[in-house]
């Protein structure tokens, strides 16, 4: 089902993708949707999840080998190119779907209800990363936890992506160099 709704999510567009759809090309009963999901909100917002993380598993983000290894990581360098690596790596399965959202919202109170819950999740992790760099007081002096969380929010942000893969062209790997690039120059 997850497969089939990020197919139609991203052929079709919010909007004029139904639970109909979705459960027509996975090939079950609408019903089954609807339990599994609740709506097309919550379809969605599973959809992007997956493709945030990779998988299906039940394993919280913070809990998740990239996150472990980062905060084991004692290089603060080395840690945000790692985050821009780890962006670049995620941006081809989610960023289109989050961005597919984003558009959506505008018209539609559900997708923006779904859109909200993305920017409060990412920045619920860029406030504990933000936090964590300033607990092992890896931050330039005068820059405090608010602010690196602000800039860790805006660098990791898929209008970043959007602006320099999607619309100049960069490769998604020259991007993820950019990204921690950015960050070690803006926060360390």
Avoid: C
């Amino acid at each position: 089902m997850l497969d089939a709704g990020r197919r139609l999510f991203l052929e079709h567009g919010y909007a004029a993708t139904t639970v109909g759809m979705v459960a027509a090309e996975a090939g079950v009963a609408i019903q089954t949707v609807y339990k599994a999901f609740g709506n097309k909100p919550g379809l969605v917002k599973a959809i992007v999840d997956v493709a945030i993380v990779g998988d299906d598993e039940p394993v919280p983000m913070m809990e998740r080998d990239f996150v472990r290894k980062n905060i084991a990581e004692t290089d603060p360098a080395k840690k945000l190119r790692d985050f821009g690596a780890h962006l670049a790596a995620v941006a081809p399965r989610a960023n289109a779907l989050a961005l597919v959202v984003r558009d959506a919202a505008a018209a539609d109170p559900a997708a923006a209800e779904v859109w909200h819950q993305l920017l409060t999740e990412r920045l619920a992790g860029m406030t504990a990363f933000a936090h964590h760099l300033r607990d092992g007081k890896y931050l330039r002096a005068g820059v405090t936890a608010e602010e690196a969380r602000d800039v860790l929010w805006t660098y990791s942000s898929v209008e970043q992506w959007d602006l320099l893969v999607n619309q100049r062209g960069w490769a998604t790997k020259r991007y993820g160099r950019w990204i921690g690039n950015q960050l070690v120059g803006a926060l360390l």
